[in-house]
């Protein structure tokens, strides 16, 4: 069984631009969450998928989006980037959702504003 | 914000010996995870303890829960090199899981 895939692995943007990074989920896997990485704070949730609905959402201000396709596939979106978006972004999948079972953990996007 | 606390931020040890990290969390759960991370990648799934569990194992792994005093802990006996990572526990509740800040492993041969 394919693992979790998260496309691109590594990224350079500058400020002002906007990135999507992309997310396959294992096959069968309806949930589909997003943390954010960075030394100083952590992981950080971002939202949460679940057929195709925002289930949960962390505490990131609007510029931080998402969406998932009825294939269970996820995106998320950063507009206007700040020096501070940098980060490793890691996507997870799981069967039930969160907080129930298992998450299992793509390779993450790294991302990286100038 | 983050609901477990990792102690110690930092462990250092010998190849062979034992390795032991606590998680304190602050609301009821219904499940505590022990996450790993290897520099830069993704994190792998270790063992969940369900809140009505007190102690589980899996291979070299052993986790303790107590939910009275609402921590856990990780004990990775006979460390290896290869054990070097970061380990997080996290905490579900309520459709979320919540990561603590993490326990950085460096295992010396």
């Known amino acids: 069984k394919a693992g979790v895939t998260q496309t691109p692995r590594y990224l350079i943007k500058t400020r002002g631009q906007q990135v999507t990074l992309s997310c396959s989920p294992i096959?069968?896997?309806?949930?589909v969450s997003w943390y954010q990485q960075t030394p100083g704070q952590g992981l950080q949730f971002l939202f949460e998928?679940?057929?195709?609905?925002?289930?949960n959402k962390g505490n990131f201000p609007g510029r931080f989006s998402g969406r998932q396709f009825s294939n269970s596939r996820s995106e998320m979106n950063v507009s206007t980037l700040e020096l501070g978006d940098s980060a490793l972004y890691l996507c997870?999948?799981?069967?039930?959702?969160?907080?129930?079972?298992?998450?299992?953990f793509g390779e993450g996007s790294r991302l990286t504003v100038l | 914000s983050q609901q477990g606390e990792e102690d110690p931020q930092a462990l250092s040890i010998q190849e062979g010996e034992n390795a032991t990290m606590n998680c304190s969390y602050k609301?009821?759960?219904?499940?505590l995870q022990w996450y790993r991370q290897n520099s830069g990648r993704g994190l792998v799934h270790l063992i969940l303890?369900?809140?009505?569990?007190r102690e589980k194992h899996s291979g070299r792994l052993r986790v303790t829960l107590d939910t009275s005093k609402k921590s856990s802990s990780l004990l990775i006996t006979a460390s290896r090199a290869a054990d070097t990572a970061s380990y997080f526990c996290?905490?579900?509740?309520?459709?979320?899981?919540?990561f603590g800040q993490g326990t950085e492993l460096s295992v010396k041969p």
């Open positions: 609301t009821s759960i219904n499940n």
């Open positions: 998928y679940f057929s195709e609905t925002q289930r």
């Open positions: 303890i369900r809140s009505n569990e």
């Open positions: 996290a905490t579900g509740q309520g459709g979320k899981l919540i």
């Open positions: 096959s069968g896997h309806r949930s």
């Open positions: 997870a999948s799981s069967l039930e959702g969160l907080g129930t079972g298992e998450l299992f």
